[in-house]
């Protein structure tokens, strides 16, 4: 199905919403206010860990205006086991007994009014014995403070049900990986080398915060909501009342960004209960100070350890990653697992051992965000492997090529790789930045240096999506498929399948927004696996309604090749306007699962994301402040569906982990989070671009994808954190190992670098 | 936000009638864009907020006086401050800050008086007045009083204003042929709040320093004078040694805590550094006239 | 509770209106709430995202930190405003065609501050388009392709 002439696939169409966004009216869930509905507001824990000793609402329920106020015991009575999560069923819909987190939601005030709702949250008085707290990932391992007594995997994933009724622990899952004999390797090793780095915690701050409407009436819920997985939250939602699916009914619309932080049940559950319990349709939408303590990216800690040979090849790696999931395990169990597996690297490393741990904290829970852990591994293997080659003197690019992975050779999990264009990618980062020829590295206080990163990621799987094509008796088209467009283009992506297929003009095609009555299943729009899987299945639906469309022109006597208009063909074979041809698909790649112990599998993943980064900075050794010259990020995407759109994706992804390599981070002092708030947690703007910037893909084609194409949405951020830190290496010969790169830790280690260390305070 | 009652006088002195100096639950809005930043985060809860608004359209101008003398209206929106070319003229280095001052939409409803009320150390324009020698003008239900810029700041949130009092206007007295300049340097993101601001006006004698007047924002409780780097300068020849003599001094002088934008030390070192370079910038802006 | 109201008029998007207000109520509110108005939306709820911005008597202003109060008397023009009809913009051409938007949540405050920029300065440099959209904020980072859109937007302009 790759390659061939196509006439919509592969070229760059405008956004199909691109006019309803440009004037301001294109549908987003927060716009949405439904007749006789009550505005939630949530009274939160300002504490990180302790027991809800009463909870004093008396004062709050006396305001003139306030409908009700909801404590955690007040959706027990409704729903006897309100605890929900995809990995565990760990997080309670409002606390009960305990909070495990500073800004966990403990009770909720219903009004018509916003505004009182909002003072009347204010008035209600909770009495807690403070716990002691957990914060690091590394200390949960081993410390004394239990965050959750006993453990209670969903059921879900057969690989967690050995944890369930587990107690006095905070790991959530932990995962070994082995391949070859690593101990061995390092036995035989000409050079050994350790490191180990850490990221920070941050957040996704999409810009239109969660928000859900539930409106819950009878036997029937209907949740208007800002997911970017409505299957899953209908599988949840009616998991919690016991309800069929069909009784439950999720809609979204378009999402202004997700990013990961929108993906399984965030404050679905929560509107749903309160609309159970008030008989009345409820909004509960959060502000940006509210998403921080919702979801964010797990900070993490990664000990790893490589064993090298007389000639420069990487003969073994040890890896232990410890990843920091807070209160509650959301989809932290899975990011340990499926991004663990590719710890080692993008390299060809006979003897790899790997240990993967997720932990629960007292920190806001973590999810996935724009990569799954993977940005989180690049930056500690990308960043090992550059001191490895200056150690051995060896040029980064040059390094990185006798070690790397090529096609055709087992990746650690065992899969052999196909269609994984690692040394096309960063061949393609290294052209770019002109790396044979001189670099300037500069002079005086203003030194300059150069560096790459390259990453990679497996897709989720095996995940299933599910499509329908229908075509109209007037020859337009509609796409039904749960595939949520937070921005990534996905829509646009959908339509020109379609069209393809069909022969039908983009124009004439629409893409519902999802609605679980209306758009099939579908596991989720995360991971960049949409273009893949719904991708496919829209091809496949697509395909099939073609089909039936040419046995219909065979049946009304025009054959294939009479080229009759579709409309005709309908009033041939309906004797009007009318009628609709439906074609349908489900789609799920193959798959083969990992053995338990050894964590090996010969199909891990239908398609390796490859991405690279290329970095040029400039560092104020006065100041420690670091100027971006330039980025270039490359990335193998196969064939792009729409290459504006994917180009604008690869763009934004290195941006996106630009902010979280250099500003953002989450700041818990006291067991309270000091800056829920873009004021304090800082997101780049104009001015913190590079100065150059250059995103690309290389002509490759996914034999197995849609038109050769796959996943595009987060391979730009791969490269950007040790490509960073490299090139701060290569210009002032000092190694940051810990996210974020600050000019105050750059100044420092430069301090420290000439002996005279800056005191702490 | 929860409710409020509010007022909209028309004239300056109805407005300062309204205001109670027993009452911190009446505050003047002007461009409202801190007031109401504190309003939503519950930080102020007002009950009653009396709009400057409508007040006397003369409170918004800005104007030279005989002697040179620039006038700014409290009411001033920045962004008006910014385009006008008499404050250009009076003063160049006002419109040089308040390029980088917040964003285009805080700076086209907030106003100076607003601006130097807050009480807000991390803005900047404190520390250029302060380097300039501005004064307000201040009015209250008692009377009128002038007050040097230098002496409105209290503490956090803290100036010499009384509840009952507001700032009329601003006075920036004649330069001369005092030259200054403002660096301000963040240490997040570009748009972040300022991690320190410092403001030089020097006068120079040939290649010899006249008097000096530094002021440091951002890093410190308050904006403040730096005396002792007034002192490395004054007399000096314009040389490296005395650049680095007022970077050292200003370190050694100024009064900093660890927050997220950095810790005491770090903050110590970069203000060591901007300091040599804003006196070094006005060296490098030559000899040709106010800057 | 419910506080004090205030009946304002105002014109908006070049129509006269009056509404009932809640003088604590800020102008994106009452934009939404009272005439179904969601181009300007509140985000950060700091005035540093932009994603509210909406032009006062032809300036740029963060609307969910303006009291609605303030709006009595003012003209007033939203993202909605924009187009002739149909017809879109410049500057809104401008964004779709150089794909300047992914979310889209930010893009109607980048695009009327697109439009005041392109007012006071027909043919801005890249620093002059930096600074005047720097108060404004994309998570999608969408930033070279607004900074081409904003070029695009002042031609387009210029042809008329």
Not at chain 2, 155 to 165: Q, R, V
């Amino acid at each position: 199905m790759a390659g061939g002439s196509t006439t919509t696939v592969g070229h760059s169409y405008p956004r199909m919403e691109g006019r309803a966004k440009v004037t301001g009216r294109a549908e987003y869930i927060y716009n949405m206010r439904l007749p006789s509905m009550l505005h939630a507001k949530v009274h939160r824990s300002p504490i990180s860990h302790g027991r809800i000793l009463s909870i004093d609402t008396s004062e709050a329920s006396a305001m003139p205006g306030v409908h009700h106020v909801i404590t955690g015991e007040d959706v027990k009575k409704v729903l006897p086991e309100p605890y929900y999560g995809p990995a565990f069923h760990d997080q309670p819909i409002l606390a009960l007994d305990k909070v495990r987190h500073f800004g966990e939601p403990v009770a909720v005030v219903l009004a018509t009014d916003p505004h009182i709702a909002e003072t009347a949250a204010q008035r209600i008085v909770v009495d807690y014995e403070e716990l002691p707290a957990v914060f690091d990932e590394v200390e949960a391992l081993t410390s004394d403070v239990i965050v959750h007594e006993e453990l209670k995997p969903a059921g879900t994933f057969a690989d967690l049900k050995h944890l369930a009724g587990k107690r006095d622990t905070n790991i959530a899952l932990d995962y070994h990986l082995q391949h070859g004999d690593a101990d061995k390797a390092f036995a035989d090793a000409e050079h050994v080398f350790e490191h180990t780095f850490r990221t920070q915690q941050t957040m996704h701050t999409p810009f239109e915060p969660m928000v859900a409407l539930a409106d819950v009436r009878n036997d029937h819920a209907t949740v208007y909501s800002s997911t970017q997985g409505p299957s899953f939250v209908r599988f949840e939602l009616a998991r919690l009342l016991g309800w069929p699916e069909s009784n439950v009914r999720i809609k979204t619309a378009h999402l202004g960004g997700g990013f990961g932080a929108k993906v399984y049940v965030k404050v679905e559950a929560l509107a749903m209960a309160l609309s159970l319990i008030a008989h009345r349709p409820v909004r509960v939408a959060l502000t940006m100070e509210e998403q921080f303590y919702t979801i964010t990216k797990h900070p993490s800690t990664f000990r790893i350890q490589s064993a090298v040979d007389k000639d420069g090849k990487v003969i073994g790696r040890k890896c232990e990653v410890w990843w920091n999931g807070g209160a509650y395990a959301d989809i932290g169990p899975r990011v340990t697992q499926k991004s663990g597996f590719t710890a080692a690297g993008p390299y060809d490393i006979d003897n790899v051992a790997i240990d993967s741990y997720a932990l629960y904290t007292n920190r806001p829970p973590a999810g996935a965000l724009r990569g799954f852990g993977i940005p989180q591994l690049v930056w500690a293997y990308e960043s090992h492997t550059d001191i490895i080659a200056r150690e051995l003197g060896i040029d980064p690019i040059a390094f990185r090529k006798q070690n790397i992975l090529r096609n055709g050779r087992p990746q650690a999990v065992g899969t052999i790789v196909k269609d994984g264009e690692f040394e096309a990618v960063l061949d393609g980062v290294a052209e770019r930045m002109n790396w044979n020829r001189p670099f300037d590295k500069g002079s005086g206080t203003k030194l300059r240096g150069r560096g790459v990163g390259l990453g990679f990621k497996a897709s989720i799987s095996p995940t299933t999506s599910s499509a329908i094509v229908s075509v109209n008796a007037d020859g337009s088209c509609i796409v039904y498929c749960s595939t949520v467009d937070m921005g990534q283009g996905s829509d646009t992506a959908m339509a020109q399948i379609a069209s393809e297929v069909l022969d039908i003009p983009i124009e004439k095609i629409r893409v519902v927004n999802p609605d679980t009555d209306v758009t099939p299943y579908d596991m989720s729009t995360l991971g960049s696996r949409s273009t893949f899987h719904m991708g496919h299945a829209v091809r496949l639906a697509a395909g099939d309604a073609r089909d039936k469309l040419h046995a219909m022109a065979e049946e009304v006597g025009m054959p294939e090749g009479s080229n009759a208009p579709l409309p005709e063909l309908f009033i041939r074979k309906f004797g009007m306007r009318a009628g609709a041809i439906v074609g349908s698909a489900n789609y799920i790649p193959e798959f083969s699962p990992p053995n338990y112990d050894t964590g090996q599998s010969t199909n891990a993943t239908p398609f390796w994301m490859i991405g690279a980064t290329g970095a040029e900075v400039e560092v104020d050794t006065e100041t420690g402040q670091l100027t971006i010259l330039r980025l270039v990020n490359v990335c193998d995407i196969g064939t792009p569906i729409n290459p504006i759109v994917v180009e604008t994706q690869i763009s934004g992804a290195a941006v996106m982990q630009l902010g979280f390599t250099l500003t953002e981070n989450m700041v818990i002092e006291n067991g309270q989070l000091t800056n829920p708030s873009l004021a304090d947690y800082k997101i780049p703007g104009f001015f913190d671009m590079p100065d150059t910037m250059e995103n690309g893909y290389i002509d490759a084609v996914q034999e197995n994808g849609p038109f050769g194409a796959k996943g595009a949405g987060e391979s730009g951020t791969f490269g950007v954190s040790p490509a960073i830190a490299n090139a701060i290496d290569d210009a002032v010969g000092v190694r940051i190992s810990e996210m974020p790169i600050t000019a105050e830790a750059v100044f420092r280690a430069l301090r420290e670098k000439q002996g005279k260390p800056l005191e702490e305070n | 936000m929860s409710p409020f009652e509010l007022s909209e006088p028309q004239t300056l002195q109805d407005a300062v009638a309204m205001l109670d100096a027993s009452d911190t639950g009446i505050r003047p809005i002007a461009g409202g864009t801190a007031v109401m930043l504190m309003m939503k985060t519950g930080i102020f809860q007002p009950d009653r907020l009396i709009s400057l608004r409508g007040i006397e359209s003369r409170y918004s101008e800005v104007s030279v006086d005989d002697a040179g003398d620039l006038h700014i209206g409290a009411m001033t929106p920045l962004r008006r401050l910014e385009k006008s070319e008499e404050a250009a003229q009076a003063a160049p280095v006002i419109r040089r800050a308040l390029r980088r001052l917040s964003n285009v939409r805080v700076r086209n409803v907030a106003t100076l008086g607003g601006h130097l009320a807050h009480g807000d150390p991390h803005l900047d324009l404190p520390p250029v007045l302060i380097a300039l020698g501005a004064r307000a003008l201040i009015v209250g239900a008692s009377g009128e009083r002038v007050i040097e810029i230098e002496d409105l700041f209290r503490g956090y949130l803290e100036t010499a204003l009384a509840p009952d009092e507001l700032i009329a206007e601003v006075v920036v007295p004649a330069q001369g042929t005092r030259r200054a300049t403002y660096m301000k340097h963040t240490t997040r993101s570009a748009d972040d709040w300022p991690a320190l601001g410092i403001a030089v006006s020097l006068e120079l004698n040939g290649d010899e320093v006249g008097s000096a007047r530094v002021a440091i924002g951002a890093a410190t409780d308050t904006p403040r004078r730096l005396k002792s780097v007034e002192a490395a300068l004054a007399g000096k020849a314009l040389a490296d040694e005395t650049m680095q003599a007022a970077g050292d001094a200003a370190a050694a002088e100024a009064e900093v805590h660890s927050d997220a934008r950095g810790s005491a030390a770090y903050k110590r070192e970069l203000i060591r550094v901007f300091t040599r370079r804003a006196v070094r910038q006005i060296m490098e802006m030559g000899t040709g006239g106010a800057v | 509770m419910g506080g004090q109201k205030k009946t304002i008029g105002f014109t908006l998007n070049g129509r006269r209106v009056a509404a009932d207000i809640g003088v604590h109520q800020n102008l994106t509110e009452v934009l939404q709430e009272e005439f179904g108005l969601f181009g300007a939306r509140e985000s950060c709820g700091q005035g540093l995202c932009g994603c509210c911005t909406v032009l006062v008597n032809g300036i740029a202003v963060t609307s969910c930190l303006s009291l609605a109060a303030f709006a009595d008397g003012a003209d007033i023009t939203t993202i909605e405003g924009i187009a002739d009809g149909e017809t879109l913009s410049a500057e809104q051409d401008a964004f779709i065609e150089t794909g300047a938007l992914q979310c889209g949540y930010c893009t109607p405050g980048f695009i009327l501050m697109t439009k005041q920029l392109l007012d006071e300065n027909p043919d801005p440099d890249d620093d002059a388009i930096m600074h005047y959209l720097s108060g404004n904020l994309c998570r999608c980072g969408a930033y070279p392709e607004i900074l081409k859109a904003v070029k695009l937007a002042a031609q387009k302009r210029k042809a008329g």
